[in-house]
T-cell receptor, first 111, second 115 residues
Framework: KNQVEQSPQSLIILEGKNCTLQCNYTVSPFSNLRWYKQDTGRGPVSLTIMTFSENTKSNGRYTATLDADTKQSSLHITASQLSDSASYICVVTYGNNRLAFGKGNQVVVIP | DVKVTQSSRYLVKRTGEKVFLECVQD?????MFWYRQDPGLGLRLIYFSYDVKMKEKGDIPEGYSVSREKKERFSLILESASTNQTSMYLC??????????????FGPGTRLTVL
């Protein structure tokens, strides 16, 4: 069973609209959680990182939230642009510096 | 900026061939990683190395080997390529331990097709 579950698997949104991606994890002990953006045919690039004590972190139009009690994180994209079309991957660091990867949320922004 | 480069963006090989995927990082990172990424499966760790000449198996090492003769270079070797090794291969590097400040940086990926 995957230890990091992301939903929805894919979504299509209109340019200018907002969307929220979900990440639920079961691994412990928790260290930190990163959201990566991966453009088609490229390697993932880090958007945000959140530790246990952080609830919200923003990077431009991207805002990540973390609820360490319920083991849930979300990534909110505001006023989407065509360049936001990508896969968004949730990665949780836990235990003895182990990484658990989600399978990604595939976002397609259409004009 | 950290730069992780991979020798090829696209590679086509035949079944049974020996395949070398090269990865180079320019930030003197101790740790280097090889992943494969497949639709519906996400990223899976093949091998990693935390120092020169050191290597550790990841989650799916079967059919692969690695070499790290120099700190900046980490090679993935497919001794006898098979069609089920057709995939996107991603190299990554990281300084020290994984904490808030030590991001894992990824290369652009090599899309390998085995015919």
């Amino acid at each position: 069973k995957n230890q990091v579950e992301q939903s929805p698997q894919s979504l299509i949104i209109l340019e200018g609209k907002n969307c929220t991606l979900q990440c639920n994890y079961t691994v412990s002990p928790f260290s930190n959680l990163r959201w990566y953006k991966q453009d088609t045919g490229r390697g993932p690039v880090s958007l945000t990182i959140m530790t246990f004590s952080e609830n919200t972190k923003s990077n431009g139009r991207y805002t990540a939230t973390l609820d360490a009690d319920t083991k849930q994180s979300s990534l909110h994209i505001t006023a989407s642009q065509l360049s936001d079309s990508a896969s968004y991957i949730c990665v949780v660091t836990y235990g003895n510096n182990r990484l658990a990867f989600g399978k990604g949320n595939q976002v397609v922004v259409i004009p | 900026d950290v730069k992780v480069t991979q020798s090829s963006r696209y590679l086509v090989k035949r079944t049974g061939e020996k395949v070398f995927l090269e990865c180079v990082q320019d930030m003197d990172h101790e740790n280097m990683f090889w992943y494969r990424q497949d639709p519906g499966l996400g990223l899976r760790l093949i091998y990693f190395s935390y120092d020169v000449k050191m290597k550790e198996k990841g989650d799916i090492p079967e059919g692969y080997s690695v070499s790290r003769e120099k700190k900046e270079r980490f090679s993935l070797i497919l001794e006898s390529a098979s069609t089920n090794q057709t995939s996107m291969y991603l190299c990554a590097s990281r300084q020290g331990m994984v904490n808030s400040y030590n991001e894992q940086f990824f290369g652009p990926g090599t899309r390998l097709t085995v015919l």
